[in-house]
């Protein structure tokens, strides 16, 4: 499914706001699979989508067990725990608990958040 309609996502003052608001980020891949390979998960089974209307258009043509779909706001917080230290030489990612915990705090909960 492409609409080839625009969709603009701007970072600023730590937070992420997406134009058209209604913009979605399909997830493919169940989070116990992102870090078999962090590549493929990044590049291939995150789908931007302009709203609601066209992720069920996908899902209609391409049926998943196991799916998700985040709002730029809610995809942005996913990264935070993830992301934020990356860059300093003591990083270490956080523990599988860690990770639970903050995406039941996100209200991320069921089957596709399992680690």
């Known amino acids: ?10 970072l600023a003052n730590g937070r992420a706001t997406a134009s058209p608001r209604e913009t ?14 962090i590549l ?24 998943a067990s196991l799916d ?8 942005h917080a996913l990264s935070v725990p993830l992301y934020r230290d990356r860059l300093k030489l003591e990083y270490v990612r956080p523990s599988k608990d860690e990770l639970v915990a903050h995406f039941a705090a996100l209200g991320l ?7």
């Open 1 to 10: 499914h492409h609409c080839a309609e625009s969709i603009s996502i701007t």
């Open 24 to 37: 979605r980020v399909y997830l493919s891949l169940p989070a116990a699979q992102w870090w078999d390979d």
């Open 40 to 63: 493929n998960t990044c590049s291939n089974h995150m789908v931007f989508f302009r709203g609601t209307s066209h992720i069920d258009d996908w899902r209609s043509e391409n049926p």
């Open 68 to 75: 998700a779909a985040l709002t730029i706001e809610q995809t």
């Open 109 to 115: 909960k069921g089957p596709f958040w399992d680690l």
